[in-house]
């Protein structure tokens, strides 16, 4: 859950919010929860897919007008020269008065509620042992961090796992639920989202 911040566009150039449904923006992906919040913003925006990570330099060279960031990008694009010109993250608490949900896990309903309840506690449980040794389970993400600075990755790992990882609470569900709806509604998604919280 994004607690006001969340996916950011940047550009190499600063852009107005009503220009933002004219720009050619790379994409991290298409079933996204950052390409759903951006076609709620715009509806009418030029996307192209390219790799998460190859986004800040395919904008900063000018193949595309803006580029949606996920990742630790959103900590590190001001390195390259690149501008914010929206966090998605605050538009939709703007909007919504919501977190913004930025992904989720899933499991077949045909698995039955006790697999279920299972599963979710044990997620559940991995989240707080990571929380609790938090400096382990950093050193270890580090690994994979694309020399991120220990300081940024740290900061980051804070914005996306925290207590909200254990329990996204009833406005986190309510997130949930209101934008499945509006992207349904608006045509973004093609079928009515049925959810069911587990745990």
Do not use: C
């Not at 004219?22 to 009418?44: C, D, Q």
């Not at 192209?48 to 630790?72: Q, S, W, Y």
Request: hydrophobic share 45%.
């Amino acid at each position: 859950m994004g607690e006001g911040y969340g996916p950011m566009l940047v550009a190499a150039r600063k852009y107005l919010p009503s220009e933002i449904g004219k720009l050619r923006i790379a994409v991290p992906g298409t079933l996204t929860s950052a390409y759903l919040a951006l076609k709620l913003f715009a509806p009418e925006v030029q996307t192209f897919v390219i790799d998460f990570d190859k986004i800040i330099p395919a904008v900063a060279a000018g193949e595309f007008d803006a580029g949606l960031l996920i990742h630790e990008g959103q900590l590190t694009y001001g390195n390259t020269g690149l501008q914010k010109i929206l966090d998605l993250g605050q538009w939709w608490h703007s909007e919504t008065g919501l977190p913004l949900p930025l992904g989720g896990n899933a499991i077949r309903r045909a698995l039955g509620p006790e697999v279920m309840l299972t599963t979710a506690n044990a997620i559940r449980d991995s989240i707080e042992y990571a929380l609790d040794q938090r400096d382990a389970a950093l050193a270890y993400a580090m690994q994979f961090a694309r020399d991120l600075d220990p300081n940024l990755a740290n900061r980051y790992v804070g914005m996306y796992v925290n207590d909200r990882s254990i329990d996204i609470g009833e406005d986190g569900r309510e997130a949930i639920r209101r934008i499945l709806a509006m992207g349904y509604e608006r045509g973004i998604i093609p079928v009515e989202a049925k959810v069911d919280f587990i745990g």
